[in-house]
């Protein structure tokens, strides 16, 4: 059974940094692709950030140049890093995962089989 655990969320203010993390467990990870995902109150779930299974990334373009998204195979963890952060990036943060995922699908929310429970950002103005 694939479990998806997120943590680090918080609340900050505007300009400021947080890195979110996701604990996986329950597969192979070499097989998986892996991504976030975040659904503001009221607005659909949207792509964040996400490794393909070929280890390409991709972001959306609302926080390109200010997340990064990295992965710890050996610990079977992913991370965001959210720098910059804006009042607009107050949501609720999802950690995904999907079997092999192509670059051009890492941000669509109907690859993903597998779902962490959200963990929340309020980024304050």
């Known amino acids: 059974q694939v479990q998806l655990v997120e943590s680090g969320g918080g609340s900050v203010q505007s300009g400021g940094s947080l890195r979110l993390s996701c604990a996986a467990s329950?597969?192979?990870?070499?097989?998986?692709?892996m991504a976030w995902f975040r659904q503001a109150p009221g607005k659909e779930r949207e792509g964040v950030a996400g490794i393909a299974i070929n280890g390409n990334i991709r972001y959306a373009d609302s926080v390109k140049g200010r997340f990064i998204i990295s992965q710890d195979s050996a610990k079977n963890t992913l991370y965001l890093q959210m720098n910059s952060l804006k009042p607009d990036d107050t949501a609720m943060y999802y950690c995904a995962a999907g079997e092999a995922v192509t670059c051009w699908a890492v941000l669509y929310r109907s690859e993903y089989k597998y779902w962490g429970q959200g963990d929340q950002l309020t980024v304050s103005s």
């Open positions: 329950g597969y192979t990870s070499s097989m998986y692709s």
